[in-house]
């Protein structure tokens, strides 16, 4: 490691302190790039993150009086002196930045400022680069030195830590946010209020929620079959009568429809994409998200005209999601299965559904004679949509079920709950698993109104005859591995999920299990589940860790396969549920 002069050393640990005492991200940044300017005698200094997604550096905090003109600008990774530094890991000096036919004179154009001299050097946290600071024009008539680089780079590992911790921070808080935003539209929607002053209330919320001063909701006339303006926040009234969008256009609203997918950009005009010109914008940001029910696209919600500093994140789009879901339950019916919970008991309520969902998952597995049974349901939230059971059938049978409801969190647990209620009180009413899952879908479609639905694969073995009964709807593939004869055994069924449309037919099959058998059934969170190079665990994946286990009972091989995820992931963060289910014939 390169030698750093004591004084220097002393003045990071001073910044430090500093730096490290503030959880806000936006004063971190303003701090560190202070503080890199003084440092090393120069006017002043830049930061750039690296978005996870895209890997593209974002100005977060520019030296200029213009520096909101730089906020939209993105630096393709590898490109430029930021992009470079980002890439390698190692700092660049560049002291004749005009000669350099890496820097990029776009940034000089946009803040008026004459870049003559400039260091960059990444921030590190975990040995990833998260960004790159960019300290321009040195005080000093030599420019800048090595000197200046290796206290920068020293610097700039402290930063790195001050900076993960703000991100980690803002993470908690953008959730907390999330939740809050949730219930207030869960709230506002088990309310009497008419739809278009229900709408009228969420355009409210969200203009708030995205700090954007342009949102409206639109919806498809069921009549001309083109899009109309519900309701608006930062359109004139007298305007919003005459706009009707046709689903076959360019327009970014018809497009999210017509495709029933986002459509979002920090620059909507180099994205090629068309906006109504009746409307002026001062922003190229936009966001658009259909409005689902049941699946089919209904409407859309349109967020634009972010204020200064603002810029839509992935986060934002997620959160946008979940909510145009909510949106789509309301046109659908104001009544849904989300309590109304006031703010200040929010963290008191997540806590007892979580209790209540783990009371309702079973975690004493009875042991039997010739059967090893275990499963376990590892949440990517607070409270998860998967779910499990096991049934005592007579004479002697044993019944199982492993599900998956649509969406995350609050909603699709409480989902989870219905479905699985449904499914037992059935499993006794029937003991033929096609007939079964026929009365348990016919019931969900009647009484939802969230537009939401569930897969499982369920089954009965007959402990006598060792013959296992088993359908699935619209699950995941499911399978049973015969270590005698090395064979992957696929256990498919005809049928769609459960709680999308009535008098849907689903199919039995049935299979004779052999000693040694091993069924191992799961939720698309395992074979899903991403490692931080964005590769999937896969199926294939999966059958290597049944094969190593096998031998063992249900509980080993359940554990061993959620162990194998985790560490596939390596520290990546579980974005959905996983659940596995095990039956070991002996």
Same mark, same amino acid.
């Given at each position: 490691?390169?030698?750093v002069d004591?004084?220097?050393?002393?003045?990071i640990?001073?910044?430090n302190?500093?730096?490290?005492?503030?959880? =806000?991200?936006?004063?971190v940044?303003?701090?560190?790039?202070?503080?890199?300017?003084?440092?090393?005698?120069a006017?002043g200094?830049?930061?750039?993150?690296?978005?996870?997604?895209?890997?593209n550096?974002?100005?977060?905090?520019?030296?200029?009086?213009?520096?909101e003109?730089?906020?939209d600008?993105v630096?393709?990774?590898?490109?430029?002196?930021?992009?470079?530094?980002?890439q390698?890991?190692?700092?660049i000096?560049?002291?004749d930045t005009q000669?350099?036919?890496?820097? !990029?004179?776009?940034v000089?154009?946009?803040?008026?400022?004459?870049?003559r001299?400039?260091?960059?050097?990444?921030?590190v946290?975990?040995?990833?680069?998260?960004?790159?600071m960019e300290?321009?024009n040195?005080n000093?008539p030599?420019g800048?030195? #090595?000197? @200046?680089?290796?206290?920068?780079?020293?610097?700039?590992?402290q930063?790195?830590?001050?900076i993960? #911790?703000?991100?980690?921070?803002?993470?908690?808080?953008?959730?907390a946010?999330?939740?809050e935003?949730?219930?207030e539209?869960?709230?506002?929607?088990?309310?009497?209020?008419e739809?278009?002053?229900?709408?009228?209330k969420?355009i409210e919320?969200?203009?708030?929620?995205?700090?954007?001063?342009?949102v409206?909701? *639109?919806?498809?006339?069921e009549?001309?079959?083109?899009?109309?303006?519900?309701?608006?926040?930062g359109?004139?009234?007298?305007?919003?009568?005459?706009?009707?969008?046709?689903?076959?256009? @360019?327009?970014?609203?018809?497009?999210?429809?017509?495709?029933?997918k986002?459509i979002?950009?920090?620059?909507?005009?180099?994205?090629?994409?068309?906006?109504?010109?009746?409307?002026?914008? =001062?922003n190229?940001?936009?966001?658009?998200? &259909?409005?689902?029910?049941?699946?089919?696209?209904?409407?859309?919600i349109?967020?634009?005209e972010?204020k200064?500093?603002?810029?839509y994140?992935?986060?934002?789009?997620?959160?946008?999601q979940?909510?145009?879901?909510?949106?789509?339950?309301?046109?659908?019916?104001n009544?849904? !299965?989300?309590?109304?919970?006031?703010?200040?008991?929010?963290?008191?309520?997540?806590?007892?559904?979580?209790?209540?969902q783990?009371?309702?998952l079973?975690s004493n597995?009875?042991a039997?004679?010739?059967?090893s049974?275990y499963a376990? *349901?590892?949440?990517?939230?607070?409270?998860?949509?998967?779910f499990?059971?096991?049934?005592?059938l007579p004479? #002697?049978?044993?019944?199982?079920?492993i599900?998956?409801?649509?969406?995350?969190?609050?909603p699709?647990?409480?989902?989870?709950?219905?479905?699985?209620?449904?499914?037992?009180?059935?499993?006794?009413?029937?003991?033929? &698993?096609h007939?079964?899952?026929e009365?348990?879908?016919?019931?969900?479609?009647?009484?939802?109104?969230v537009?939401?639905?569930?897969?499982?694969? !369920?089954?009965?073995?007959?402990? =006598?005859?060792?013959?296992?009964?088993y359908?699935?709807?619209?699950?995941?593939?499911?399978?049973l591995?015969?270590?005698?004869?090395? %064979?992957?055994?696929?256990?498919?069924?005809?049928?769609?999920?459960?709680g999308?449309?009535?008098?849907?037919s689903?199919e039995?099959?049935?299979?004779q299990?052999?000693?040694?058998?091993?069924?191992f059934?799961?939720?698309?969170?395992v074979?899903e589940?991403?490692n931080?190079?964005? %590769?999937?665990?896969?199926?294939?994946r999966?059958?290597?860790v049944?094969?190593?286990?096998?031998?063992?009972?249900s509980?080993?091989l359940v554990?061993?396969?959620?162990?194998?995820?985790?560490?596939?992931a390596?520290?990546?963060?579980?974005?959905? @549920?996983?659940t596995?289910?095990?039956?070991r014939i002996?």
């Amino acid at each position: 490691m390169p030698s750093v002069d004591p004084a220097g050393l002393q003045a990071i640990l001073e910044i430090n302190r500093k730096i490290n005492s503030i959880n =806000d991200l936006r004063s971190v940044l303003l701090d560190i790039s202070n503080s890199a300017a003084q440092l090393i005698d120069a006017e002043g200094a830049s930061i750039l993150l690296v978005d996870k997604e895209t890997g593209n550096l974002h100005f977060e905090v520019a030296f200029s009086e213009n520096a909101e003109a730089l906020y939209d600008v993105v630096v393709p990774k590898n490109k430029g002196i930021a992009g470079s530094v980002a890439q390698t890991g190692e700092a660049i000096i560049v002291n004749d930045t005009q000669n350099d036919q890496r820097f !990029y004179r776009g940034v000089d154009n946009e803040t008026q400022i004459v870049t003559r001299s400039l260091i960059a050097v990444p921030l590190v946290r975990h040995e990833e680069v998260i960004g790159v600071m960019e300290v321009i024009n040195s005080n000093k008539p030599v420019g800048f030195t #090595n000197d @200046d680089r290796d206290l920068l780079n020293e610097f700039g590992v402290q930063a790195g830590i001050a900076i993960s #911790n703000a991100l980690l921070y803002k993470g908690i808080q953008e959730k907390a946010d999330e939740l809050e935003y949730l219930f207030e539209i869960s709230n506002l929607t088990n309310q009497t209020y008419e739809r278009k002053d229900l709408f009228a209330k969420i355009i409210e919320l969200l203009s708030s929620a995205f700090d954007s001063g342009r949102v409206s909701i *639109m919806l498809v006339d069921e009549q001309t079959g083109k899009l109309y303006v519900e309701s608006a926040i930062g359109i004139d009234e007298n305007l919003m009568s005459k706009i009707n969008v046709d689903l076959n256009t @360019d327009r970014i609203s018809s497009m999210a429809v017509s495709m029933g997918k986002i459509i979002f950009s920090n620059d909507i005009e180099r994205s090629g994409y068309g906006r109504n010109k009746k409307l002026r914008y =001062d922003n190229p940001a936009f966001i658009s998200v &259909p409005i689902k029910t049941k699946n089919i696209p209904i409407g859309v919600i349109n967020i634009s005209e972010p204020k200064k500093g603002i810029r839509y994140t992935g986060s934002m789009i997620k959160t946008l999601q979940t909510i145009a879901n909510q949106v789509g339950s309301a046109y659908e019916s104001n009544k849904n !299965y989300i309590e109304r919970i006031e703010h200040e008991k929010l963290t008191k309520e997540l806590d007892i559904m979580r209790m209540l969902q783990n009371s309702l998952l079973m975690s004493n597995f009875k042991a039997y004679k010739n059967i090893s049974i275990y499963a376990r *349901m590892k949440s990517a939230e607070i409270v998860g949509g998967d779910f499990y059971d096991f049934y005592e059938l007579p004479p #002697n049978k044993l019944g199982f079920v492993i599900g998956d409801v649509s969406g995350k969190g609050l909603p699709a647990s409480l989902f989870m709950a219905i479905s699985r209620s449904v499914i037992k009180a059935y499993s006794y009413y029937t003991q033929d &698993p096609h007939e079964l899952l026929e009365y348990a879908n016919n019931m969900l479609v009647e009484d939802s109104h969230v537009g939401m639905f569930a897969t499982l694969f !369920y089954g009965i073995i007959d402990m =006598d005859t060792m013959e296992m009964i088993y359908s699935n709807a619209g699950h995941n593939q499911q399978y049973l591995y015969r270590p005698g004869e090395n %064979q992957f055994i696929l256990l498919g069924t005809r049928g769609i999920p459960l709680g999308i449309s009535m008098s849907e037919s689903y199919e039995t099959r049935k299979i004779q299990l052999k000693s040694g058998d091993v069924m191992f059934t799961f939720t698309d969170g395992v074979t899903e589940a991403v490692n931080d190079a964005g %590769q999937e665990f896969e199926l294939d994946r999966l059958k290597h860790v049944v094969k190593q286990y096998a031998s063992t009972n249900s509980a080993t091989l359940v554990n061993s396969i959620i162990r194998s995820v985790d560490e596939w992931a390596n520290g990546v963060a579980q974005w959905d @549920d996983m659940t596995v289910l095990s039956i070991r014939i002996a």
